[in-house]
């Protein structure tokens, strides 16, 4: 596996490092996991899957702890609304 791959964030292309999780893609491109219920941006909060802040559609996949996925090559991440 290459050190450094992309992935899209909410239609933006991200350059990671190998290792690093859905969450982290998502903080260096500067997106929002989702939005609360009166629309505030969240994020991730307790990095270990407990508190569901990270959630977002993973390939397609909605309700994703992305705090729990590490990246791969091309992954389509978007907000989950």
Same mark, same amino acid.
């Given at each position: !596996? =290459?050190?450094? %791959?992309?992935?899209?964030?909410?239609?933006?292309?991200?350059?990671?490092?190998?290792?690093?999780?859905?969450?982290?893609?998502?903080? !260096?491109?500067?997106?929002?996991?989702?939005?609360?219920?009166?629309?505030?941006?969240?994020?991730?909060?307790?990095?270990?899957?407990?508190? %569901?802040?990270?959630?977002?559609?993973?390939?397609?996949? =909605?309700?994703?702890?992305?705090?729990?996925?590490?990246?791969?090559?091309?992954?389509?991440?978007?907000?989950?609304?």
């Amino acid at each position: !596996m =290459p050190s450094e %791959f992309t992935v899209r964030v909410n239609g933006a292309s991200v350059s990671v490092p190998a290792g690093a999780t859905v969450a982290v893609a998502m903080v !260096m491109a500067g997106q929002p996991c989702r939005s609360s219920v009166i629309g505030e941006p969240r994020g991730p909060l307790c990095g270990m899957g407990i508190c %569901f802040e990270c959630r977002a559609v993973v390939n397609g996949i =909605p309700h994703s702890r992305t705090c729990q996925l590490l990246c791969e090559p091309d992954m389509e991440v978007k907000t989950d609304e």
